[in-house]
C-alpha cells in the first residue's frame, strides 16, 4: 500500500485545501487528496495548483515565526542548490532545489529552515512570476526582504 502524505494545496485563487495523498506524482497532471476533515475525496490538477507543501503536521506552531530568507547556510547542501521563488501572488519561499528548470511544469524544494513545518514543496512553475537559484536566489531574497522592512 501506498504511503500517505500530509499535504497542504495552495490553489490558484487563494484557496486552501488540507489532506493527505497516496498518489502524487510530479511528473503527472492529477493527483487525489482525501480531505483532512473527513469529506469526499478530491481530484486536483496540478495545474490548478499555486504549490502543494507536503508537511509533518496540518496545524504547525502558531506562534512558531518562520525564518525569512536563507538560513545562514551553505550554497548547496544535499537537497540541492539554493533558490528563491517569488509567486504571483508576491509570496516568497526560499530554500534548495536539486530538480529546478524553467522547462518544467514544476520542482521540488526544501525549506531553508529545517525547523519548519514543510517537509518540502512542489512548486508549479507556471505561478510563479520570479526564480533564482544560486548567488542569485540570495541576492533576491535579500531584496525582496528589504522591500517589506521599507
Do not use: W
Not at 506524482?25 to 483532512?36: C, D, E, S
Not at 518562520?66 to 528563491?84: C, L, M, S, Y
Not at 501572488?89 to 530554500?95: A, N
Request: positive net charge; glycine residues 8%; proline residues 6%.
Amino acid at each position: 500500500m501506498p504511503e500517505s502524505n500530509k499535504v497542504v494545496a495552495h490553489l490558484l485563487g487563494g484557496k486552501i485545501l488540507k489532506g493527505t495523498t497516496q498518489d502524487f506524482f510530479p511528473n503527472r497532471p492529477i493527483f487525489h487528496l482525501l480531505p483532512a476533515d473527513g469529506s469526499p475525496a478530491v481530484e486536483l490538477r496540478a495545474r490548478q495548483c499555486k504549490a502543494v507543501f507536503f508537511v509533518k503536521d496540518f496545524e504547525g506552531n502558531r506562534e512558531r515565526r518562520d525564518v525569512r530568507g536563507f538560513v545562514a547556510g551553505p550554497a548547496e547542501t544535499a537537497q540541492g542548490k539554493k533558490i528563491a521563488v517569488r509567486f504571483k501572488d508576491g509570496e516568497l519561499l526560499c530554500g534548495y532545489s536539486l530538480s529546478y528548470s524553467p522547462e518544467r511544469d514544476g520542482f521540488f524544494m526544501f525549506p531553508s529552515d529545517a525547523s519548519s513545518n514543510n517537509l518540502r514543496v512542489y512548486v508549479v512553475t507556471s505561478s510563479t512570476a520570479e526564480v533564482k537559484a544560486g548567488p542569485a536566489a540570495e541576492a533576491m531574497a535579500q531584496r525582496a526582504l528589504g522591500e517589506r522592512a521599507a
